[in-house]
């Protein structure tokens, strides 16, 4: 074969590649996979230092912040309506977390604002979130330069005992497949798919951020 006839050959296959690899990921459930990133808003408490203290006020200001939560968040069946209600009381969330602080005598403030936010990939002892962006509720305490705390603001998984992951879940709407996807990520049958959601949330750029 001459180089000519090589060279258009592999410009014949460039589009047969092409439309291979648009259907190899048409086949992957990622649609219902990547929904998992807006259904959920997380909760992301910033201690003020790394010092004893600080780190133990720090829990003392997230349970406050669950919760205020716990009342602000009932009734709410999907991640905009919980979005709404989070908004509409930022200054409540903020106010609930400087009562913590100065009724525990620390001199310094919080800051508390609701934005996209990238989170790594994280067990919470019986359900699984990949990386990426997500909505989240920042908390950031004086100068928010101590360890923080993660969690799962809204549905209230934080708050729930493990065999109610599952109806939390139900009712916000997660399709049983989701949820098997965050509950089983560790065994054979969902890890691959486990790290597709986050290579493809990757590839995407988080669009949830851009």
């Known amino acids: 074969m001459t180089r000519e006839k090589r060279d258009v050959s592999f410009k014949l296959l460039i589009p047969i590649i092409a439309l291979f690899a648009a259907a190899l990921i048409a086949a992957l459930p990622v649609r219902s996979e990547q929904a998992i990133f807006d259904r959920v808003i997380r909760l992301h ?12 006020v720090k829990l003392k200001v997230r349970d406050a912040i669950l919760g205020e939560a716990e009342q ?40 508390v604002t609701l934005g996209r936010e990238f989170y790594p990939r994280r067990d919470y002892e019986g359900f699984y979130l990949p990386e990426g962006t997500y909505l989240s ?37 997660f399709s049983p497949y989701q949820i098997k996807l965050l509950t089983e990520a560790e065994t054979p049958r969902y890890k691959l798919k486990f ?16």
């Open 72 to 111: 602000l968040l009932s009734g709410c069946k999907s991640e905009a309506e919980a979005q709404t209600k989070v908004e509409a009381n930022l200054d409540k969330l903020e106010a609930a977390a400087e009562h913590v602080l100065a009724e525990s005598g620390f001199g310094y403030g919080a800051k």
């Open 45 to 56: 408490v910033v201690a003020n230092s790394d010092s004893a203290e600080d780190q133990a």
């Open 195 to 210: 790290r597709i959601v986050e290579l493809v949330r990757q590839w995407l750029g988080n669009g949830a951020s851009e």
């Open 137 to 173: 509720l920042r908390v950031l305490l004086g100068e928010a330069s101590g360890q923080n705390w993660w969690c799962v603001f809204f549905p209230p998984l934080c708050t729930s005992s493990a065999e109610k992951y599952t109806e939390q879940l139900k009712e916000v709407g």
